[in-house]
Structure formats: structure tokens, C-alpha cells
């Protein structure tokens, strides 16, 4: 059982940066397939950044190229989300979110919410104008 927890969330001003922690446990794997979607409420679940660990670059979506950046250091450190340069916009719920085994999934599939098994309780990250 894969268990996650995002932290980092809160308020910001238009221009800032705040970086979301995704800690994670549970999964015996090296190559973890993880992504990142935000949800305003009503709205649907959003991607926002795919990454697969010791799989290469992460992927994001167009609202946040250049603005975000996925990382992390280790097979079992966290996973972070740097976020600069925040819009209003970008005011939403964020969660992490897990597959269970990379075997069955592609990058390309990875902004798909469907993909994922497990997800964090999410994160508020409200930027103010």
C-alpha cells in the first residue's frame, strides 16, 4: 500500500514561489511513476507534471512550463514541486498522486488522473493578486 503526503501549500502573492513535498511510502521500487494535479472545486482534476524516477525528464502541462519544476533527490526522498512565478490562476487544491507499478502506464498516459492508484489528501495553495 502506497501511502503519500503532500505539504508546502498556503498563501502567496502573485510573483512568488512556494515548493509542495510529496513525502511517499510503500512502494519497493525504484522506478516510481508520479505526477502532480491540481483541482479548483467544481472544476476537474488537472495535470499539471509527470515524472517517473530514474526515468528520465518530468512533463508538464502548458499552463505551467517554465513556471514549475518536478524533482527529487533520491529513489525514496520526496517529491517536490517548485512552483515560481504563481498566477491567481493557479490558486487550487494540489495533490500527488502514485502508480503502483510503472510497468503498466507510459509517460504519454501519465496526465491522465485514471492512471494513478493512490493519491495524497492535497495540498491549498491560494495566490492572491
Known amino acids: 500500500q502506497v501511502h503519500l503526503v503532500e505539504s508546502g501549500g498556503g498563501p502567496v502573492q502573485a510573483g512568488g514561489s512556494l515548493r509542495l513535498s510529496c513525502a511517499h511510502s510503500?512502494?519497493?521500487?525504484?522506478?516510481?511513476?508520479m505526477g502532480w494535479f491540481r483541482q479548483i472545486a467544481g472544476n476537474a482534476r488537472e495535470a499539471v507534471a509527470a515524472?517517473?524516477?530514474?526515468?528520465?525528464?518530468?512533463v508538464y502541462t502548458d499552463p505551467v512550463v517554465g513556471r514549475f519544476t518536478v524533482s527529487h533527490d533520491s529513489a525514496q526522498s520526496p517529491l517536490y514541486l517548485q512552483m515560481n512565478s504563481l498566477k491567481p490562476e493557479d490558486t487550487a487544491m494540489y495533490y500527488c498522486?502514485?502508480?503502483?507499478?510503472?510497468?503498466?502506464?507510459?509517460?504519454?498516459?501519465?496526465?491522465?488522473?485514471?492512471?494513478?492508484?493512490?493519491w495524497g489528501q492535497g495540498t491549498q495553495v491560494t495566490v492572491s493578486s
Open positions: 515524472h517517473v524516477f530514474e526515468g528520465g525528464r518530468p
Open positions: 510503500g512502494n519497493p521500487y525504484d522506478r516510481k511513476c
Open positions: 498522486a502514485a502508480v503502483d507499478t510503472c510497468s503498466r502506464t507510459s509517460m504519454q498516459r501519465l496526465r491522465y488522473h485514471s492512471e494513478y492508484n493512490y
